[in-house]
């Protein structure tokens, strides 16, 4: 069974940075594509970032693009979310996914507020 647990989240000003982890307990860590999610109160759960399970391919939300990185640790089982120049709308509870194929896991979420 795959476990997810994020951390790394808390205040923060705006233009400052953020890193969030993702722990992955399981087997195969490097068989799935890892990605990170965010929902803001009151909206839907939305796409943040995604990489492959190889780590060669990203994938980014426009309004993230330049500013976030995420990147994956295959020797930790762990994947990372790099977040520069922070702005009052990333506020929201981040959420880490592991999918392959037919298995898609999710994490609690931690919360991210971007302000002064």
């Known amino acids: 069974q795959v476990q997810l647990v994020e951390s790394g989240g808390g205040l923060v000003q705006p233009g400052g940075s953020l890193r969030l982890s993702c722990a992955f307990s399981?087997?195969?860590?490097?068989?799935?594509?890892m990605g990170w999610y965010r929902q803001a109160p009151g909206e839907q759960r939305e796409f943040v970032a995604t990489?492959?399970?190889?780590?060669?391919?990203?994938n980014y939300a426009a309004s993230v693009k330049g500013r976030f990185t995420i990147s994956r640790d295959n020797a930790k089982n762990t994947a990372y979310l790099q977040m520069n120049s922070l702005k009052p709308e990333d506020t929201a509870v981040y959420y880490c996914?592991?999918?392959?194929?037919?298995?898609?896991?999710w994490g609690q979420g931690t919360q991210v507020t971007v302000s002064s």
């Open positions: 399981g087997s195969l860590f490097d068989r799935y594509a």
């Open positions: 990489v492959a399970s190889g780590g060669g391919r990203t």
């Open positions: 996914n592991a999918d392959l194929i037919n298995y898609s896991y």
